[in-house]
């Protein structure tokens, strides 16, 4: 009884609750003063009184990023007047987290520059959102194959990818003797590859197998090596214990980039990095008897190899200090707990300025004239081939046609072998198959209005940018 009461005593006043539960809107506020507002919004901030931390002027996040935090691929727009720098592998040695070193430059005229190309970093190069195809100018500071063992990859899949209309550019110092130089290995890098770029001549190819070589004298020191589209590079030497390593320095719109490449700390970087905006060199931090039990290198062989191939912490913030750059980065280290403070506090005993790892991979730096700021990009564990991106002045997509059919390069015998695919489609599920290329004798040509749009925005958006970002420099 008691409960049937408290049941109807519910219901009854149901909608009683439901009505007092109904929101109203909240009475205007009088609006806060100006001073209320400043104290709210800007309260604790330095401005002009004190300043805050280790930051220094021009060191902040550009208003134009979509996190202050991150970098995601694919998701921000290089700006007109912006470069951008990517660390792709950033180790002498291989693991899952740190690649062997390379560092793309992007510059806001649609340009890129990639600053060695060490083992595996191809996979971040993938993950980065960045096809193939656009790598077309790849500068090896030594022939350690840390640094250029990707070579033979973007080279050979880059072809297959759509670089069908320019020659892959590789710039690299020679030798004491012309075997030790960047045309040597290049020669023997296409022997290497042989069967692999026979087999793909199936493949539309044009330019895709051709290499420009531009070999520098090593000995030239400050030499421009590329003066193009408002870009110029140069090179200089780096003590390395043999002869032909090099360093370079890119100089577009007012912005200087410094990759020092390996090598003992000299006087040289000094003489031609001076006052670059973002100086990066490789680091070894002074920790050889640890080192010897966690890397498992013995102790003589470590300081053996630091006292005549690379730079001692503390040789590196000296430097750093002498070149006085805006933004002082050290990569080519391994990324360990136990080093990374370390690391901090060598550099720091001579260098007082900003300065950040550029390691792991995947650190992003993104620099103007007036701001620098360096973020850890977020790369995708499993990403996809970005499509080729092509130029479309013309209003055509050119495809050329593969100099070599399956009948050239195999046995017949082999082919007749393969199973009948009526035996191994589902009744109702076998496709079309398209076992010979439909223009064989002739190049495919497609006006652009003919392409479905997914493919006509998905291969030519960065060049439709590129030539905006020209324009806006006044370069077209």
Known sequence: MILKRLCAMA??????????QTPTPPPVAETSTVEDMRAALFG??????WKEG??????????????????FPGTEDIQPNEMRIIFMGTSPIIRPGQMNTSILVQLGNGENYLFDVGEGSVANINASNIALNELDKIFITHLHVDHYNALPYIYVFGGWAGRWHNPLRVFGPSGSAPEYGLASMIEGMKQMVRWHTDAFSVFPVGQGHDIEVNEFDYTDEGGVILDEN???VIHWQRSHAKDGASAYRLDWNDLCFVWTGDGRPNERDVKWAKGCDVYVTETQTELVEISAGVQGVPPFLARYTIDTHHTPGYAAGYVAN????????????????????ETVAEIREHWKGPYHFGAPDGIVVNVTKDQIWVREGIIPDYPNNRAPQFNFDNNQLVVPAPPKSR?????ADVRSSEIDPDLYYPE??????????????????IELEDLPPSFRDGM?????????????LGLE
Do not use: C
């Not at 009948?407 to 046995?411: G, H, K, L, P, S």
């Open 322 to 341: 002498l070149i006085q750059p805006r933004m002082f980065m050290t990569t080519h280290m391994p990324f360990d707990p136990y080093l990374n403070e």
């Open 230 to 232: 408002g870009v110029k």
């Open 460 to 472: 030519g958006d960065t060049w439709a940018k590129r030539k905006a970002n020209r324009a806006t």
């Open 11 to 20: 219901l009854a006043a149901f909608p009683t609750i439901v009505q007092t």
């Open 407 to 411: 009948e050239d390069i195999q046995n």
């Open 44 to 49: 604790g901030v330095p401005g002009e009184r």
């Open 428 to 445: 109702g599920y076998k496709p079309e198959l398209l076992q010979e290329w439909p223009t064989a004798d002739r190049d495919l040509v």
């Open 54 to 71: 280790l930051l220094f002027e021009g060191i902040s996040p550009h208003p134009w990023l979509n996190s202050a935090s991150n970098w």
